[in-house]
């Protein structure tokens, strides 16, 4: 079992920048991969970016430029921080961890006004 905790989202203006904090917890050792994920109103949800293990990373085409990625193993926590925020990013952020199953936090909104 993986327990996740999120926190760092907010209300921010275009052009803002925001860091979201994933804190993994419980059997972290079984852990290959993390990611953040996000899901507006009436969308699906969709990846944002990952990290694996390894330390490779991959983003969605609308982040790449303005996202960063990034992971603390001592702290067992990943990071996203979020640069030139736009009004379209406004969602909820959920962070995965991928062992032989997935396990998902509870979520923390982002909102970008314009």
């Known amino acids: 079992q993986v327990q996740l905790v999120e926190s760092g989202g907010g209300l921010v203006q275009a052009g803002g920048s925001l860091r979201l904090s994933c804190a993994a917890s419980?059997?972290?050792?079984?852990?290959?991969?993390m990611g953040w994920y996000r899901q507006a109103p009436g969308k699906q949800r969709e990846l944002v970016a990952a990290i694996t293990s390894g330390g490779s990373t991959n983003y969605a085409d609308s982040v790449k430029g303005r996202f960063t990625i990034s992971r603390d193993n001592a702290k067992n926590t990943v990071y996203l921080q979020m640069n030139s925020l736009k009004p379209e990013d406004t969602a909820v952020y959920y962070c995965?961890?991928?062992?032989?199953?997935?396990?998902w936090g509870q979520g923390t909104q982002v909102t970008v006004s314009s």
């Open positions: 419980g059997s972290i050792f079984s852990i290959n991969a």
């Open positions: 995965k961890a991928t062992t032989h199953l997935d396990y």
